[in-house]
């Protein structure tokens, strides 16, 4: 089977060792970004897309050179697939991140993995006891602007950390968006609120806890479309978060120091050829670090097969951010927890 670039051309050069994978699922996500991204890496091969709907299936599949399957389950009956990507709604990943265990099919999940903490840390012990690669796809954390930060935090550039405000907001989406049906895991906690909460542990480490959260539902809503946090260390480092489903759009970070400040716009969601700009702060003395553009897309691919070739994936945030989502919601008024048990799946 060719390899097909982004634009669903022909390309040579595919990888020999490349990661078989299959799509359960045309979200929009994996339309937008992910589908194109597998068929550009050469890292992985794309062999088949899933959908509850035959004709979307096929429609997608003749896009990109690869086989249409109809039904998430007969998808990962093929035995020529090594991995599965999951766009679903994340009411549903639990039930099917678990059928791909079983079925021996490494999983690259969208966020959040599931929407209970219990239940994250039950299939990532799955995975490990498999011996399979369970990844959440948590893109940002992959763009090379992010390891810049924590380089020049590392080196003292703004002194001691005392602070970080984290935002992400969008516009208000379609009414029968899927973000606002709570039986499908909706919400703008775990649709949005995932990033600053991702972004606390990833600059600020492990150590956080939530001090204090807000959930509010907009005007004839059923889910939570705004949010706000407080979180901490032991040693009195905060962390600022908000979030939103129904607001001016805004994806930043500012890490505040002893001696100065780091700002990031167009922290979370870029595309490919944007110009990060890092604008650092130290007393009168402003800095803007302009960085070559780079694919978090792309890297967030290449770093999954990376890791079903080597045998394991060590990230050790994705069950701490579970936590963290669970203990903000539980912090801002009890949410509901619907813990299923993965044996009736």
């Known amino acids: 089977m060719p390899e097909r670039d982004a634009g669903g ?77 999951v766009p679903l709604p994340a009411g549903l990943h639990a039930r099917w991140v678990a059928a791909a265990l079983r079925a021996g099919k490494h999983v690259l999940a969208e966020k959040p993995l599931t929407t209970d903490a219990a239940l994250t840390a039950q299939l990532l012990d799955r995975a490990e006891a498999y011996g399979l690669v369970l990844m959440e796809n948590v ?13 020049l935090l590392a080196s003292g550039a703004i002194g001691e950390p005392r602070s970080l405000h984290a935002s992400f907001a969008v516009p208000a989406l379609p009414d029968d968006n899927i973000r606002y049906r ?28 939530v001090a204090g959260a807000v959930l509010s539902a907009g005007s004839g809503r059923q889910v939570d479309t705004s949010g706000a946090a407080l979180l901490a260390t032991p040693s009195g480092v905060t962390a600022q978060l908000t979030f939103g489903l129904e607001h ?34 130290r007393g009168s003395a402003v800095e ?29 945030d994705c069950l701490r951010q579970a936590r963290l989502l669970q203990e903000l919601r539980d912090a801002a008024g009890g949410a509901r927890r619907e813990v299923q048990a993965l044996t009736s799946t």
């Open 182 to 209: 709570p039986e499908l895991g909706g919400g703008a906690l775990w649709d949005v609120g995932v990033y600053p909460v991702r972004a606390a542990l990833h600059l600020l480490g492990a150590d956080l806890r």
């Open 139 to 151: 893109m940002f954390v992959h763009h090379a602007q992010h390891a810049r930060v924590r380089q």
């Open 9 to 85: 051309h022909a390309v040579s050069g595919r990888h020999a060792a490349a990661v078989r994978i299959g799509v359960l699922g045309c979200a929009d996500i994996a339309l937008r970004r992910m589908l194109p991204a597998i068929a550009a890496r050469p890292e992985v091969e794309l062999v088949a897309i899933a959908s509850r709907d035959p004709a979307r299936a096929a429609e997608q599949a003749r896009e990109y050179g690869c086989a249409a399957v109809s039904g998430y389950a007969e998808l990962l009956d093929r035995d020529d697939v090594d991995a599965v990507y």
């Open 288 to 316: 803007e670090l302009r960085l070559a553009p780079d694919d978090q897309v792309g890297n967030t691919v290449a770093a999954f097969a990376r890791a079903v070739r080597a045998g394991g994936h060590d990230d050790p």
């Open 248 to 281: 001016a759009y805004r994806s930043a970070y500012e890490v505040g120091g002893s001696a100065g400040r780091i700002t990031v716009d167009r922290a979370f969601t870029p595309p490919a050829d944007h110009v990060p700009v890092l604008r650092v702060e």
